[in-house]
């Protein structure tokens, strides 16, 4: 078992994919998430990603978050959104640094979220308690996608 190292939790941007709102966060073990090359293909990738239906099928609101994890045996990509008012869909894919254009789907096997991409679902589950949920029926979608993280964890 390796020793715990927190890791950097970085907001990017918020990305338009044609009628979706989605937050970017990138966790590094160091540094900067310093992959142009793949973000430019994660971002090719996101309009199919969204566009994928889970048994459930909940209605949405076309807001959601990406996380892009740089760890040790790839880059993680998950890509989030709120279904049914308060559920999250999740999708898990892994690229390795070799192949950083090649995106293996790992989500639907039993494979969760790891202790760093958890610190950022957790802040966005509370924006989403805080922002949508508890001013329903007039929910702030704006102050949902405002409400960002950055952090040492």
């Known amino acids: 078992m390796a020793i715990y190292k927190p890791r950097h939790i970085k907001f990017k941007e918020l990305l338009k994919v044609n009628d979706w709102s989605i937050k970017v966060y990138t966790i590094t073990k160091q540094g900067e998430f310093d992959y142009s090359d793949f973000y430019s293909n994660v971002k090719e990738k996101l309009p199919e990603w969204l566009a994928i239906h889970n048994g459930f099928n909940a209605q949405h609101n076309h807001i959601g978050f990406l996380i892009l994890h740089a760890g040790t045996e790839g880059i993680f990509t998950l890509i989030n959104w709120w279904v049914g008012d308060n ?67």
Request: proline share 4%; net charge negative.
């Open 87 to 153: 559920m999250l869909n999740t999708h898990i894919f892994k690229s390795n640094y070799d192949q950083l254009d090649n995106f293996e789907q790992l989500s639907g096997n039993g494979l969760a979220p790891c202790i760093w991409e958890l610190e950022i679902i957790n802040h966005e589950r509370l924006a989403w308690i805080d922002a949508v949920l508890k001013l329903a029926p007039q929910p702030n979608y704006k102050r949902y996608l405002d409400a960002t993280i950055n952090v040492t964890f």
